[in-house]
């Protein structure tokens, strides 16, 4: 083995992964971006899955189900693992909307027909303004983020107040009434 271990076909060659350089060079690329979004928001293993048991709990003030001591009910915080995913989860989705919204703006027009990048950028906002919408329920003034976070010391912002996060919300809300289209024809590259 350590005769061979610098041969060539032993060398790793990754074919699905795609990198930030790649990733805003075309409309095609784009769109991964946007659909990255899409998952971050709806498909993440603990994201949803987590929100709703925490959503319906919040909203019925019964937490039984989810936990087999009824300590816990009516006393929901920090400390219990549901409420931390959630958490982590919406911002981990704005995080994926504002690196695909900066990616995208930062794109050369010509690469896109007609209003491709606003429509691309629309999306994008619409689901970043989807997940402000639900921690503004859950916990009013909430850190807001509308770049990138490049450095996890960056990450750790002021709690704004409720009226601000509402204005991202708006503001997104706006963008992408102007951009998208009520309903979508259905199918590629219909899909969002």
């Not at 930030?20 to 784009?30: D, K, R």
């Not at 770049?147 to 010391?153: I, M, Q, R, Y």
């Not at 912002?157 to 997104?172: L, P, T």
Request: charged share 15%; aromatic share 16%; glycine share 6%.
């Amino acid at each position: 083995l350590p005769l061979v271990s610098c041969e060539d076909f032993l060398q790793e060659q990754t074919y699905n992964q795609m990198t930030p350089e790649l990733l805003f060079t075309s409309a095609e690329y784009a769109q991964l971006a946007v659909n990255g979004c899409y998952m971050a928001t709806f498909m993440d293993r603990l994201g949803y899955q987590m929100y709703w048991p925490a959503t319906w709990g919040s909203l019925c003030q019964e937490f039984s189900a989810y936990n087999n001591s009824t300590a816990f009910d009516y006393g929901w915080n920090s400390s219990h693992t549901q409420v931390y995913w959630v958490w982590r989860n919406f911002f981990r989705a704005i995080d994926a909307c504002n690196t695909a919204i900066a990616g995208i703006e930062g794109m050369d027009d010509g690469l896109f027909t007609g209003d491709q990048k606003n429509v691309f950028l629309a999306e994008a906002r619409m689901l970043r303004s989807h997940n402000y919408y639900h921690l503004l329920i859950f916990w009013g003034g909430v850190p807001i983020h509308t770049e990138p976070t490049s450095n996890p010391e960056t990450a750790f912002v002021a709690r704004s107040n409720a009226q601000a996060v509402f204005d991202v919300i708006e503001s997104d809300l706006k963008f992408a009434q102007q951009y998208l289209p009520v309903s979508w024809a259905g199918g590629l590259p219909h899909v969002g």
